[in-house]
């Protein structure tokens, strides 16, 4: 006798349906055949015999197929969706997870205006609004020219989350009686980052005072998605929207004297106050500073603050959060040694003094780091040049966050495309190996491009410093690929192939070619 459960044998059949589904998406032209069975009935991707789509898991799977699929136009995808609605299915499909399904593939396919129609039709029916759901209704608002309806759905949930539940009828005369305690508002970290997600597409320096408020607004603190996203559009509000200020920063010229306070911790209170009356009066404070940021970062997102983030250039302060939080969590990676390598060069740009400067380091070599360390100064105030950005937790660190590579792949693309610090590369890839981290062959393809850049010297003191040497060293970068042998395996590193795609894909960005580019996966 089947034991199976019911739920597992949906679950098998919608499985071995998506399969067949997505072998037919390199077998037919999608919009060719549509076109066909609209016009005739009759269709091989589209046929109803044998009761093909008569379930809801086959149509499901259609469905989620279709939406994936390249030839099949957004317009179709739609069309298929209303006529869907209009056959006599022994099943529903005006439901939240088949909106959500189409709603992703229009943002897949870049159809922002027909993804907000179906958006506003999703919302007219009063369908349930699920965590999934809501997460695709921010991206489409705010790829549709509207991240204040983004703001204001997010904040929709974070008030409903707050708000004290009724008490139940087993509840007690004393417990109805007594005051609920205020819950501070929540909302998953996911939603906020597919905000961010979003809006770095169109203004990345909103993206970034986003990060700056999601705990007072949310009471959330980033994961390691969240941080590769910030990395991602620090990267991109440094790239694209360089302004004076940023300028003079790059020029040394980045002491500024304003420092922040929090006004509604800087008051004074006597000691003697009821505990109660002071736990209203911080929630009291924390309300009126939720509202205040609420109002700032409603602003901001229709404001591009180019490549300032704060007082600071976003690239140089992404990078300081990056390890400072990286260190908090991990301290014992200060005192990882990066490998025998070193610079010929601190940056890849300015080629008039690049040839100076290659034989300045070739006859006086700078002496071996015995104690490599971080760039940071924590007792310096000066570099306290913004708003702090999110709660400080155990020992600074952050409990939710344990980064990726995905992380480090963001990492190492915003201070090599941007020259915050192409320096440290090998560190980064060091601090990867210590934490058990297997870097993907993209992110060492990245790598290897912009220590191509920082390590080769000239060709005729490459040349003449291998013979000197007796032909055995190779140079820095060659020193830098044995590292990485050794590390993953010569079988695990990029070839030419993979190698030059990356260097395409790193001139791309350097130059705003080909639009954003993301260090993790493609959004939506």
Sequence with gaps: MDQTPPESKNTVKYLSR??????????????????????????????????????????????????????????????FFDWSHAQSFPFRTHTTLSYTIVLRGLLLKGAYALALDLWEQYRSLRLHLDLVALGVGVQVLTRAGHPVRALALIDDLANSNANPSSPSKGATHRHILRKPKPKRPRVPVSIVTHFMRALDESNPSAALRVWDHMG????????????????????????????????????????????????????????????????????????????????????????????????????????????????????????????????????????????????????????????????????????????????IHLRGAYPSFSPDDATFRAEILLVGTTGTAPTEIPLILAWMRALGLTPRTRTLAYALVFWAEMSRSSPLLERFQNSRGGGGGGGEYVTFVRWLEEWVGVGNLPDEKEVGEAVRRVEAMRQGRSGQSYSGESPP
């Excluded at 390199?26 to 009935?41: H, L, N, R, S």
């Excluded at 939406?67 to 317009?75: D, E, L, V």
């Excluded at 006597?270 to 109002?295: C, N």
């Excluded at 100064?377 to 913004?386: C, H, K, P, T």
């Design 216 to 391: 007072t607004l949310y009471n959330v603190t980033p994961d390691a998605r969240a941080f590769t996203v910030m990395l991602d559009a620090a990267r991109h509000a440094t790239l694209g929207g360089e302004t004076f200020k940023g300028a003079l920063q790059e020029l040394g010229f980045s002491k500024f004297p304003f420092r922040w306070r929090l006004p509604f911790l800087s008051h004074h209170r006597d000691h003697d106050d009821e505990p109660a009356e002071l736990a209203t009066a911080v929630t009291e404070s924390l309300d009126r500073a939720r509202r205040r940021t609420y109002e700032q970062l409603e602003q901001s997102l229709v404001v591009n603050k180019g490549d300032m983030w704060g007082n600071e250039r976003a690239c140089r302060r992404a990078h300081r959060l990056f390890k400072e939080a990286l260190l908090a969590s991990w301290p014992l990676l200060a005192e990882v040694r990066p490998p025998p390598t070193r610079a010929v060069r601190t940056s890849s740009h300015d080629p008039a003094t690049a040839p100076l400067r290659d034989l300045k380091h070739f006859l006086m070599p700078p002496p071996p780091d015995s104690d490599p360390k971080l760039d940071i100064d924590f007792d310096d105030e000066s570099q306290d040049l913004s708003p702090p950005t999110l709660p």
């Design 18 to 79: 998506l399969v067949h589904e997505n072998a037919q998406r390199a077998q037919f032209d999608a919009d060719a055949e549509w076109f066909q069975f609209v016009k005739t009935g009759h269709s091989l991707r589209f046929s109803n015999n044998h009761g093909s789509t008569t379930t809801a898991s086959a149509w499901a799977a259609r469905l989620l197929s279709l939406s994936r699929t390249r030839s099949f136009s957004p317009k179709n995808l739609v069309a």
